[in-house]
């Protein structure tokens, strides 16, 4: 085909959508039936009215700077990512039963603590991690959930097989831009969602709401849910107030809410108190009440922890969620699915050495070269070593780094994340990338459709982050079996 | 609507019309100065007068000149009340709430601040580009006006924009008001005369009322005719009265407004009270001191029912007493209200 670049045939990660053969997959059949029937002017026209819709609708992210802070469009890729229906059902399933095990394992950590005692879990990862709080033990939140939205990371190696890379049960954030990507692309592309069997996204804000809703303390009325967001200069600013915005609740910052004497909370309004019954934070533990956490905290709210373990509001996600957002924890979910539910987990997980363990500590010490390190509490790719990339000094640093504090540290073989075609100039060529879906539990599981597929937008580079250079395409859920695509 | 919500509305309705009544200010007073006859002691500081910043000016550049002047009321941000600070805090007052406004108004305040980021310094510089972009600057304000009050549904939100509009402009009427007035008198009675009409006629263009106090009042320019248009005329709508009346109907449309109604009501009675036949000094003086603080009292009121209500213990019926949260003591989302209009007369 002659959109794709030479590259295309030289690389040895997994396509997306291009076979070995340099033909497309089954599900991105119709996508280039259309692309190749195109003006090669026509991609770049498109293109040009893709940049300017995300300025006219002001999807930003937002950098904060020295010189005031920028409202920055976040790249965009117009080739879309694809699924196939039947496989993506595998995932989600895998997601609902990972999110599933995982909840019942924070509520079994805060009260029974029966995995420890059963021998499954180690007591020492316990006493080791940053993210158990105290102030949660004993508490049964509703439906025994903690972690009401998730967002797992997944990505595909060479041979096909998609993994889980982890679980952000903290206050995951880029569900906006998926949803904003699929209204761009429906503008670029109407043929196409005429045309093919492409499954909407559109319900996640009403599953968020009915989610956060199904939470309510009080019955019969109908909820007050606001989005708690730390203000405008946050990164994730415009998602949060483009949720609220959807949902029809409050957007809050802290100095909006007050707790009352009587342990509830309320807005400030202009028509005086409204009492809150459900909060969305979008605020970490650290910062939420600087009566129990950090005493310093102005962007949350004094008294709501006690509030929410009196349960007149509920929290999403709970206080202590992040128990679970441990890099040592992620080792054990398949342990966790197995001891929870008897199941076999449906995804696998990256393959990982604990260097808490003697034999894993030795394997991974004498295989530095060939793995990739993290620190089990960090997020954002910060403290990596990337084995294979680093010099023998920082190899040897890390080295020392390990053995120190063992416990804080993992490593995985490194992936050859898989790639899609992007468009540069008027050619496609690979780029890596990976998959974010979103997962809401309550009193029932939703897994978004597809979810935010983030794209390294230099040639090789695995980094996918929006605050460094990453950019993102739409992703679809295609289904073959019911209709297939055929473009008139 | 949160209050916090409520009170950026208000504020940025504020910013929006200072920038106007700065830029008109501007404008009218380089196109006076040429006017003057020789021998009338006023210049360029009586802007600094009007905007209440001469001693920030004072420790920022030292003796009054044109174009420090007006580099430190256009563009220099360490002057709140500068036109460049003013969109600024418009801007980022606006940013909390874009789901109450039309989208376009955010892209469209967003590029007025651009714009006036990307030129106030250099066009601050001469006459001859300063004119333009103010004037550019008014059309856009302009625009932004336009915009609400053609797809803006005429709820809450609508009202607390009204408030902000009203209180900021009525209080820039009385600052000119004081401050011409305070310029003219002590000049020699020679030049009183000449130099007063000249004064007023620009006083007029600049709140775009010339036009309108011919038709009103008189073809003659007379101090005290124009005082009391300005403060009493119940049509043009930069007027004091004028002011209060729209800021009792918005108050009417808001819930709980009784408090800061009786202010605006009281204030209104004291303005129809005031006379102006005989323009004397001290009487004048005092009249426009009342305005002034009777416009402090209604912008405490509206802060105090609708910003920030539970600061008291006006809800002391309610068992939801707020905790007390010492890191937010002193914390606002604007900029804080200019608490005295005047500066001590030399």
């Given at each position: 085909m002659s959109l794709l670049s030479e590259s295309y045939g030289r690389q040895s990660a997994y396509d997306e959508l291009i076979d070995a053969q340099q033909q497309p997959r089954p599900a991105a059949k119709a996508l280039f039936a259309h692309l190749l029937r195109l003006d090669p002017s026509a991609l770049a026209a498109r293109r040009q009215s893709a940049e300017a819709a995300i300025l006219a609708m002001g999807i930003t992210f937002t950098v904060y700077t020295e010189a005031g802070n920028i409202d920055r469009a976040w790249p965009f890729d117009i080739i879309p990512r694809i699924l196939s229906r039947r496989e993506w059902e595998q995932i989600e399933a895998g997601l609902k039963q990972r999110l599933r095990a995982l909840n019942l394992f924070i509520d079994d950590l805060y009260n029974a603590q029966r995995i420890i005692n059963d021998g499954v879990f180690p007591c020492e990862v316990l006493e080791g991690?940053?993210?158990?709080?105290?102030?949660?033990?004993g508490i049964h939140p509703p439906f025994g959930v903690w972690a009401h939205i998730c967002g797992s990371d997944l990505v595909r190696d060479q041979d096909g097989t998609v993994y889980v890379l982890e679980d952000n049960l903290r206050v995951p954030s880029g569900v906006s831009y998926m949803l904003e990507n699929r209204q761009i692309m429906k503008r670029l592309f109407p043929e196409l969602f005429q045309g093919?069997?492409?499954?909407?996204?559109?319900d996640y804000t009403s599953r968020l709401y009915d989610t956060l809703a199904a939470l309510s303390p009080r019955t019969g009325e109908r909820p007050v849910v606001v989005v708690l967001t730390p203000g405008i200069y946050n990164s994730a600013y415009f998602e949060h107030s483009y949720l609220a915005q959807q949902m029809g609740s409050y957007l809050a910052e802290g100095a909006d809410l007050f707790v009352g004497q009587d342990d509830i909370v309320y807005l400030k309004t202009i028509t005086g108190p409204e009492r809150v019954d459900v909060i969305y934070r979008r605020i970490d533990y650290e910062y939420l009440d600087p009566e129990v956490c950090n005493p310093k905290s102005v962007l949350g709210v004094p008294g709501l922890i006690t509030a929410w373990r009196k349960g007149t509001v509920a929290i999403a996600n709970a206080p202590g969620a992040g128990v679970a957002d441990d890099k040592v924890v992620y080792a054990f979910v398949p342990e966790i699915i197995r001891y929870y539910l008897g199941e076999a987990p449906i995804l696998p997980n990256v393959p990982t050495y604990l260097c808490m363990r003697a034999a894993d500590l030795d394997y991974v010490l004498a295989h530095l070269d060939e793995l990739v390190v993290k620190p089990?509490?960090?997020?954002?790719?910060?403290?990596?070593?990337i084995g294979p990339r680093a010099t023998p000094e920082e190899r040897a640093r890390f080295a020392e780094l390990i053995r120190a504090d063992p416990r804080n540290y993992i490593a995985q073989p490194t992936l050859a994340l898989s790639t899609a075609p992007t468009l540069v100039g008027d050619h496609l060529e690979p780029r890596h990338l990976d998959l974010r879906p979103f997962i809401l539990q309550s009193d029932q599981l939703h897994v978004t459709t597809g979810g935010l597929t983030r794209v390294a937008m230099q040639p090789g580079s695995l980094v996918v982050n929006s605050s460094q250079g990453g950019g993102s395409k739409d992703t679809w859920i295609v289904d073959l079996e019911e209709a297939p695509c055929s473009l008139a | 609507m949160l209050s916090r919500v409520a009170e950026n509305l208000y504020w940025m309705a504020r910013y929006l019309e200072r920038t106007e009544d700065m830029a008109r200010l501007i404008n009218a007073t380089a196109l006076l100065l040429l006017d003057l006859p020789p021998?009338?002691?006023?210049?360029?500081d009586i802007l600094l007068q009007v905007a209440g910043v001469s001693e920030l000016y004072r420790e920022h550049y030292g003796p009054p000149e044109e174009t420090r002047i007006m580099r430190f009321l256009i563009a220099d941000e360490r002057n709140p009340s500068a036109v460049l600070s003013c969109i600024r805090q418009a801007r980022e007052n606006s940013r909390t709430f874009r789901d109450l406004l039309p989208a376009e108004f955010w892209e469209r305040i967003n590029a007025l601040f651009l714009f006036g980021r990307d030129h106030a310094s250099a066009s601050a510089a001469n006459r001859h580009d300063r004119y333009g972009f103010l004037n550019e600057l008014i059309a856009r304000r302009h625009a932004l006006v336009g915009l609400l009050v053609g797809s803006m549904s005429q709820d809450t939100a609508c009202q607390f924009v009204k408030l902000g509009n009203n209180v900021d402009r009525a209080d820039m009427t009385t600052r000119i008001v004081d401050v011409t007035t305070a310029a003219i008198l002590p000049q020699h009675d020679s030049l009183r005369e000449a130099g007063g009409e000249s004064l007023w006629v620009g006083v007029l263009r600049a709140m775009g009322a010339f036009e309108m106090y011919r038709r009103h009042v008189s073809v003659q320019v007379r101090s005290n005719q124009v005082v009391n248009f300005l403060l009493k005329?119940?049509?043009?709508?930069?007027t004091v009265k004028h002011c209060l009346g729209e800021m009792e109907v918005a108050l009417a449309l808001l819930p709980n407004s009784g408090a800061p109604l009786d202010m605006v009501r009281r204030a209104r009675k004291r303005l129809d009270a005031l006379r102006f036949d005989d323009l004397s000094p001290g009487l004048l003086h005092e009249g426009l001191d009342q305005a002034q603080k009777d416009l402090g009292t209604i912008h405490h009121a509206i802060h105090h029912e609708y910003f920030d209500p539970f600061a008291s213990n006006r809800h002391a019926g309610f068992s939801a007493e707020p905790r007390p949260n010492p890191q937010l003591e002193g914390r606002h989302v604007s900029a804080p209200f200019p608490q005295s209009f005047r500066e001590t007369s030399p």
């Amino acid at each position: 085909m002659s959109l794709l670049s030479e590259s295309y045939g030289r690389q040895s990660a997994y396509d997306e959508l291009i076979d070995a053969q340099q033909q497309p997959r089954p599900a991105a059949k119709a996508l280039f039936a259309h692309l190749l029937r195109l003006d090669p002017s026509a991609l770049a026209a498109r293109r040009q009215s893709a940049e300017a819709a995300i300025l006219a609708m002001g999807i930003t992210f937002t950098v904060y700077t020295e010189a005031g802070n920028i409202d920055r469009a976040w790249p965009f890729d117009i080739i879309p990512r694809i699924l196939s229906r039947r496989e993506w059902e595998q995932i989600e399933a895998g997601l609902k039963q990972r999110l599933r095990a995982l909840n019942l394992f924070i509520d079994d950590l805060y009260n029974a603590q029966r995995i420890i005692n059963d021998g499954v879990f180690p007591c020492e990862v316990l006493e080791g991690s940053h993210h158990f709080r105290p102030a949660c033990v004993g508490i049964h939140p509703p439906f025994g959930v903690w972690a009401h939205i998730c967002g797992s990371d997944l990505v595909r190696d060479q041979d096909g097989t998609v993994y889980v890379l982890e679980d952000n049960l903290r206050v995951p954030s880029g569900v906006s831009y998926m949803l904003e990507n699929r209204q761009i692309m429906k503008r670029l592309f109407p043929e196409l969602f005429q045309g093919c069997r492409i499954l909407p996204v559109d319900d996640y804000t009403s599953r968020l709401y009915d989610t956060l809703a199904a939470l309510s303390p009080r019955t019969g009325e109908r909820p007050v849910v606001v989005v708690l967001t730390p203000g405008i200069y946050n990164s994730a600013y415009f998602e949060h107030s483009y949720l609220a915005q959807q949902m029809g609740s409050y957007l809050a910052e802290g100095a909006d809410l007050f707790v009352g004497q009587d342990d509830i909370v309320y807005l400030k309004t202009i028509t005086g108190p409204e009492r809150v019954d459900v909060i969305y934070r979008r605020i970490d533990y650290e910062y939420l009440d600087p009566e129990v956490c950090n005493p310093k905290s102005v962007l949350g709210v004094p008294g709501l922890i006690t509030a929410w373990r009196k349960g007149t509001v509920a929290i999403a996600n709970a206080p202590g969620a992040g128990v679970a957002d441990d890099k040592v924890v992620y080792a054990f979910v398949p342990e966790i699915i197995r001891y929870y539910l008897g199941e076999a987990p449906i995804l696998p997980n990256v393959p990982t050495y604990l260097c808490m363990r003697a034999a894993d500590l030795d394997y991974v010490l004498a295989h530095l070269d060939e793995l990739v390190v993290k620190p089990a509490n960090e997020s954002g790719g910060y403290g990596m070593l990337i084995g294979p990339r680093a010099t023998p000094e920082e190899r040897a640093r890390f080295a020392e780094l390990i053995r120190a504090d063992p416990r804080n540290y993992i490593a995985q073989p490194t992936l050859a994340l898989s790639t899609a075609p992007t468009l540069v100039g008027d050619h496609l060529e690979p780029r890596h990338l990976d998959l974010r879906p979103f997962i809401l539990q309550s009193d029932q599981l939703h897994v978004t459709t597809g979810g935010l597929t983030r794209v390294a937008m230099q040639p090789g580079s695995l980094v996918v982050n929006s605050s460094q250079g990453g950019g993102s395409k739409d992703t679809w859920i295609v289904d073959l079996e019911e209709a297939p695509c055929s473009l008139a | 609507m949160l209050s916090r919500v409520a009170e950026n509305l208000y504020w940025m309705a504020r910013y929006l019309e200072r920038t106007e009544d700065m830029a008109r200010l501007i404008n009218a007073t380089a196109l006076l100065l040429l006017d003057l006859p020789p021998g009338v002691q006023f210049g360029w500081d009586i802007l600094l007068q009007v905007a209440g910043v001469s001693e920030l000016y004072r420790e920022h550049y030292g003796p009054p000149e044109e174009t420090r002047i007006m580099r430190f009321l256009i563009a220099d941000e360490r002057n709140p009340s500068a036109v460049l600070s003013c969109i600024r805090q418009a801007r980022e007052n606006s940013r909390t709430f874009r789901d109450l406004l039309p989208a376009e108004f955010w892209e469209r305040i967003n590029a007025l601040f651009l714009f006036g980021r990307d030129h106030a310094s250099a066009s601050a510089a001469n006459r001859h580009d300063r004119y333009g972009f103010l004037n550019e600057l008014i059309a856009r304000r302009h625009a932004l006006v336009g915009l609400l009050v053609g797809s803006m549904s005429q709820d809450t939100a609508c009202q607390f924009v009204k408030l902000g509009n009203n209180v900021d402009r009525a209080d820039m009427t009385t600052r000119i008001v004081d401050v011409t007035t305070a310029a003219i008198l002590p000049q020699h009675d020679s030049l009183r005369e000449a130099g007063g009409e000249s004064l007023w006629v620009g006083v007029l263009r600049a709140m775009g009322a010339f036009e309108m106090y011919r038709r009103h009042v008189s073809v003659q320019v007379r101090s005290n005719q124009v005082v009391n248009f300005l403060l009493k005329n119940g049509k043009f709508p930069r007027t004091v009265k004028h002011c209060l009346g729209e800021m009792e109907v918005a108050l009417a449309l808001l819930p709980n407004s009784g408090a800061p109604l009786d202010m605006v009501r009281r204030a209104r009675k004291r303005l129809d009270a005031l006379r102006f036949d005989d323009l004397s000094p001290g009487l004048l003086h005092e009249g426009l001191d009342q305005a002034q603080k009777d416009l402090g009292t209604i912008h405490h009121a509206i802060h105090h029912e609708y910003f920030d209500p539970f600061a008291s213990n006006r809800h002391a019926g309610f068992s939801a007493e707020p905790r007390p949260n010492p890191q937010l003591e002193g914390r606002h989302v604007s900029a804080p209200f200019p608490q005295s209009f005047r500066e001590t007369s030399p």
